[in-house]
């Protein structure tokens, strides 16, 4: 490890930035669990070895532009107070295609984990979907996989990316912005995706297997000169 690395790694380890989930955020009065899913048969990956992790933080407005509202899941993220940033979850990955997912047969969350974890990831249906997909492949149960989650998404300071010019807002800019935020982070370290519009989805931080920032591996995703479009929250604060 390079001092570099290490400096980032301490200055990872020692921030004590305000969570993303802010603190006024109250989960709904008999908020309850999902259903346990039914795995695509297509989508089951066990066996592959784990690489690195993604944290995945999702626009919301942008979500819900897509989503709609439809069901329980959305109409808790899309119709409550306003929101940015969102966990989407923690991903393991491998080397390459096919990365692991829904590795094992698991059961249902508990009440308490899904009201837990609500300001950070406001669906139930999601918070099963990550475990199922995600958290089987390196979790022995749920509460250790949303910890882990939970603790890296919390150390990570939003910047408020609705400030900068749309004439100004590439991809460079969105990232520029969080490293601003957040010392501890590098350029190489965030994976930015967007459809087929360049309209920002999420926002993807690439750890090794100790949880250390690092390197995206097989890259950032948008080049940094790409211009990008931004769906506006309902308050235009984030």
């Known amino acids: 490890m390079t ?41 089951v990956q066990a066996g592959v070895v784990n690489a690195y992790y993604l944290l995945a933080i999702t626009w919301s407005p942008e979500w819900c532009r897509t989503n709609g509202y439809g069901d329980t899941s959305q109409k808790l993220q899309c119709e409550g107070p306003p929101r940015g940033f969102g966990l989407h979850g923690l991903w ?89 935020k957040n010392p501890w982070l590098s350029r190489e370290m965030i994976f930015l995706a967007v459809d087929s519009r360049q309209r920002l989805k999420e926002i993807r931080l690439c750890y090794d297997l100790a949880f250390q920032p690092r390197a995206c591996q097989g890259g950032i995703g948008t080049p940094d000169a790409i211009h990008i479009r931004l769906t506006p929250s309902a308050n235009r604060r984030f």
Not at 24 to 32: D, F, N, W
Not at 111 to 130: D, I, K, N, W, Y
Request: glycine share 6%.
């Open 3 to 43: 001092l570099r690395h290490t400096i980032l790694a301490l200055a990872f380890m020692l921030a004590a930035t305000p969570a993303l989930a802010g603190p006024a955020c109250v989960a709904p009065r008999g908020l309850q669990p999902a259903p346990v899913l039914t795995p695509p048969a297509d989508e």
């Open 92 to 180: 393991p990955n491998g080397v390459a295609k096919p990365y692991p997912r829904y590795c094992k047969p698991v059961g249902g969350l508990d009440a308490v984990t899904v009201r837990g974890m609500f300001c950070r990831t406001p669906s139930p249906e999601l918070l099963q979907h990550e475990w199922q997909a995600h958290g089987a492949c390196g979790w022995s149960d749920p509460k250790a996989y949303f910890a882990d989650a939970a603790r890296l998404y919390d150390r990570v300071a939003p910047p408020r990316i609705e400030n900068i010019p749309a004439a100004a807002l590439t991809a460079g800019a969105v990232r520029q912005a969080f490293v601003a």
